[in-house]
């Protein structure tokens, strides 16, 4: 694999942002490693991919891909807001210095003491339901309302990560969405968003036009028989990144041409006029900002296999496990090694504890510090206690210079809350 900024080959060393990542270990693997900049230069370059080509945007960071309060600041400070799906995420996001106001929640499955907490904050809302609307109703008429609408099309990495189409949970189907957007102009609401979301790991702009014209008929339908208009339409997030070595980089300003070309002319075509256009992605902004450091503890081999234990498992990062998904992993320590075949295994009591099969990896010796790639979505926020394990440390790094931005865990943290 080519490195490339911000991560750097120094003598068969790997280097983040500067930063030597066997200097980082000393304090402890397996440890979460995240370079600011590479944050900051992916916020930027989507943001001017989309206003070249459409200047009212706005971007929500699909926050569940990674809650610390650290990246949230960071995002806070390039003028990001927040897309929440919990309670937890609205608290962690007030707590970063987001404005209610700054924060849209989409939900589903949200039941009244959620609705009453949301309300309380002065969080935005987007509908996902008609049974979640009349919950809402019944505490407060808002001053902006939307609803998520199920375009009818889903895309996404693995079936675990598609969010719209006949067999999903999320969303409203269009008879809904009418009557939905009918309940609340019969309340008094006069302004209006409308949202889809059609899954995570896109990286064809087809899958996008197929669900955002879906979308944009929908809007058109509600907008011309209720005579409303919309201020934002919210497409959701799902922009992906390249997680193999022969994966190429998404051409974004292509991408986004293309999607929003599409756009202004359905626009025009359903009379909806030039609302915002606000788009979420989580995963884009800050998955390839993030490595995981695992220390090799084991090197054993059976018949036709050589096998390397480290001190990650699926408690560190559950995603190969869970979707199988594929995490380039290279000897952080010996990267000019030649290369050689192997399993890489983790800790756990479990047979599909495996980040890698067979996998060419710069020769490995016990003790050596392997990095796994982008690790910055999906990896803590998804991390666990699972065998009894502490969950790591996570460490941010801008040129050169790093510092904790969550404490590893102690054997005695699992006894808390416990009675």
């Given at each position: 694999m080519t490195l490339t900024w911000p991560f750097e080959n120094r003598e068969g060393e790997l280097y983040i942002d500067?930063?030597?990542?066997?200097?980082l270990a000393k304090q402890g693997t397996p440890l979460y490693v995240y370079s600011e900049s590479k944050i900051r230069h992916n916020v930027n370059k989507l943001r001017d991919a989309f206003e070249k080509h459409y200047p009212k945007i706005r971007i929500l960071y699909a926050c569940k891909a990674n809650t610390n309060l650290a990246i949230?600041?960071?995002?806070?400070?390039?003028g990001v807001e927040i897309d929440a799906v919990s309670p937890g995420e609205v608290h962690l996001a007030l707590r970063a210095g987001f404005g209610p106001e700054e924060i849209l929640f989409t939900g589903t499955s949200v039941g009244e003491e959620e609705i009453r907490f949301l309300l309380d904050k002065g969080v935005r809302v987007n509908v996902d339901s008609l049974s979640q609307l009349k919950k809402l109703l019944q505490v407060s008429v808002p001053d902006v309302f939307s609803m998520r609408v199920n375009p009818e099309v889903g895309a996404g990495h693995h079936e675990h990560v598609i969010t719209a189409g006949p067999d999903v949970k999320f969303g409203v189907w269009e008879g809904q969405a009418l009557e939905g957007y009918r309940m609340a102009s019969d309340t008094g609401v006069s302004r209006f968003g409308i949202q889809m979301h059609i899954g995570s790991g896109i990286?064809?702009?087809?899958?996008?036009?197929?669900?955002?014209n879906r979308l944009l008929e929908i809007a058109g339908h509600i907008a011309e028989s209720l005579g409303i208009g919309f201020e934002f339409i919210d497409i959701g997030g799902g922009i992906g990144v390249p997680y193999r070595p022969d994966e190429p980089q998404i051409d974004l300003d292509a991408f986004t041409g293309t999607l929003l070309g599409f756009i202004k002319d359905k626009l025009q075509e359903h009379s909806l006029g030039e609302p915002e256009i606000w788009v979420e992605p989580g995963r884009y902004l800050v998955a390839e900002s993030g490595v995981i450091l695992t220390r090799v503890t084991t090197l054993k081999s059976s018949p036709g296999r050589n096998f390397v234990g480290v001190d990650a498992g699926f408690n560190t990062l559950v995603r190969p496990a869970m979707y199988g998904s594929y995490h380039?992993?290279?000897?952080?320590?010996?990267?000019?090694?030649?290369?050689?075949?192997?399993?890489?295994?983790?800790?756990?009591?479990e047979s599909g504890d495996i980040f890698a099969r067979n996998r060419a990896i710069s020769m490995v010796r016990e003790g050596d510090l392997l990095a796994?790639?982008?690790a910055g979505a999906y990896g803590f926020s998804m991390a666990s206690n699972y065998n009894s394990r502490p969950r790591p440390a996570e460490v941010m790094v801008f040129a050169g210079e790093s510092r904790?931005?969550?404490?590893?865990?102690s054997l005695d943290d699992l006894l808390r809350g416990q009675v």
């Amino acid at each position: 694999m080519t490195l490339t900024w911000p991560f750097e080959n120094r003598e068969g060393e790997l280097y983040i942002d500067g930063a030597s990542s066997t200097q980082l270990a000393k304090q402890g693997t397996p440890l979460y490693v995240y370079s600011e900049s590479k944050i900051r230069h992916n916020v930027n370059k989507l943001r001017d991919a989309f206003e070249k080509h459409y200047p009212k945007i706005r971007i929500l960071y699909a926050c569940k891909a990674n809650t610390n309060l650290a990246i949230l600041r960071i995002l806070r400070s390039e003028g990001v807001e927040i897309d929440a799906v919990s309670p937890g995420e609205v608290h962690l996001a007030l707590r970063a210095g987001f404005g209610p106001e700054e924060i849209l929640f989409t939900g589903t499955s949200v039941g009244e003491e959620e609705i009453r907490f949301l309300l309380d904050k002065g969080v935005r809302v987007n509908v996902d339901s008609l049974s979640q609307l009349k919950k809402l109703l019944q505490v407060s008429v808002p001053d902006v309302f939307s609803m998520r609408v199920n375009p009818e099309v889903g895309a996404g990495h693995h079936e675990h990560v598609i969010t719209a189409g006949p067999d999903v949970k999320f969303g409203v189907w269009e008879g809904q969405a009418l009557e939905g957007y009918r309940m609340a102009s019969d309340t008094g609401v006069s302004r209006f968003g409308i949202q889809m979301h059609i899954g995570s790991g896109i990286m064809d702009v087809n899958n996008y036009i197929k669900a955002v014209n879906r979308l944009l008929e929908i809007a058109g339908h509600i907008a011309e028989s209720l005579g409303i208009g919309f201020e934002f339409i919210d497409i959701g997030g799902g922009i992906g990144v390249p997680y193999r070595p022969d994966e190429p980089q998404i051409d974004l300003d292509a991408f986004t041409g293309t999607l929003l070309g599409f756009i202004k002319d359905k626009l025009q075509e359903h009379s909806l006029g030039e609302p915002e256009i606000w788009v979420e992605p989580g995963r884009y902004l800050v998955a390839e900002s993030g490595v995981i450091l695992t220390r090799v503890t084991t090197l054993k081999s059976s018949p036709g296999r050589n096998f390397v234990g480290v001190d990650a498992g699926f408690n560190t990062l559950v995603r190969p496990a869970m979707y199988g998904s594929y995490h380039h992993i290279m000897n952080a320590s010996g990267l000019n090694n030649p290369p050689k075949n192997y399993d890489v295994y983790g800790p756990l009591c479990e047979s599909g504890d495996i980040f890698a099969r067979n996998r060419a990896i710069s020769m490995v010796r016990e003790g050596d510090l392997l990095a796994i790639i982008n690790a910055g979505a999906y990896g803590f926020s998804m991390a666990s206690n699972y065998n009894s394990r502490p969950r790591p440390a996570e460490v941010m790094v801008f040129a050169g210079e790093s510092r904790v931005i969550r404490k590893g865990e102690s054997l005695d943290d699992l006894l808390r809350g416990q009675v």
